[in-house]
């Protein structure tokens, strides 16, 4: 399957559809770009991959979940918590309104 070459009437298309502007010297790079991009998927589809095994993560490194639990140990008192604080009242922070009605 020979590879689709992207032409500049078909980048105008893509950048109008993305509502961008662009100049002459952008829609030629960019023609060329796509028409490179697609030429390299498609010799990636030409590829016998009937013997490979899928992979869906190539670093081997893994998620690490714990409990969603509250961590005692590393907990801040809320006496410690609002020490710093500039304004308190009853055991909250209070800030200045950033919201209007």
Known sequence: MAAKKFTIDDVKHIAQLANLVLSDEQLQKIAEQLSSVI????KIQALDTKGVV??????????V???DVV???????????????????SGYFVVDAVLEE
Do not use: I, P, W
């Open 65 to 67: 979940f714990r409990e």
């Open 71 to 89: 961590d005692e140990k590393r907990m801040l008192s809320q006496e410690s918590a609002l020490s710093n604080a500039k304004n308190t009242h």
């Open 39 to 42: 030429g390299y998927m498609s």
């Open 54 to 63: 899928e992979t869906s993560q190539v670093t081997g490194l893994e998620n």
